[in-house]
């Protein structure tokens, strides 16, 4: 008891939150605590780190800390990690195109979609996000195409194989950027066919591009993970 209200107190006196604020996430964050098996004190501490972390809303708060929780409940990780790693997905898309309740769901159906243990995937997917975001590509895509990785990588593998991929994508090596000019294709078309028609149909279209050669397929991706994950 004297943790949880520690934890409501650091909220009161670190965040933005109002005092009413405050007391009244306290009376939601019980009530939560009897429907989920997380205790209070964890609950609090997680409702903290989000709202130290950029999520300015108690209610936003309540709600992440509240679908964490649930997750939890079904195996994929710690309630706080999950909001750490929700956080930092809202932080790396923008609050106005993810909700933290919609980046949970997403990642739970990713979960159950992929071959891979809960916590590793939310651990790995982790190391993703700041750069899918800033190539466009949608959350919900990039644990997609982890988790269809996973069913035939082992979690870490499958994690280095994309994160090899879109960094080519966002830092192509002169060799990448010839092989594609001599197949009439450019980064910057890669680039927008990922915004425009999302990340797997945009390789597939590399791939039709080059003919399926995978000589040209692998000067575009030259790291062996990244190639492989393609």
Known sequence: AANYQTQLAKIDIL????????????????????????????????????????????????????????????????????????????NAYGAENITAAQAVDVLVAAVKEGGAEASEFADEIGRLTGLAASLGVPFDQLAASLAQLTNVLPTPEAATGLLGIL??????????????????YSINQLRQ?????????ALQILTDKLHGNTDALAAVFPEVRGFNAA
């Open 15 to 90: 965040t933005n939150a109002t005092r009413e604020d405050t007391e009244r996430l306290g009376k939601s964050l019980l009530e939560l605590s009897k429907s989920v098996p997380v205790a209070p004190a964890e609950l609090a501490e997680a409702a903290y780190f989000a709202l130290s972390r950029g999520i300015t809303s108690v209610d936003e708060a309540f709600k992440l800390v509240e679908a964490s929780a649930k997750a939890s409940a079904i195996g994929v990780g710690k309630t706080e990690d999950i909001v750490r790693l929700a956080t930092g997905i809202i």
């Open 167 to 184: 960094n080519q994508i966002s830092s192509p090596s002169e060799k990448a950027i010839e092989t594609l000019d001599q197949y009439g």
């Open 193 to 201: 066919d990922i915004q425009d028609k999302g990340l797997p149909a």
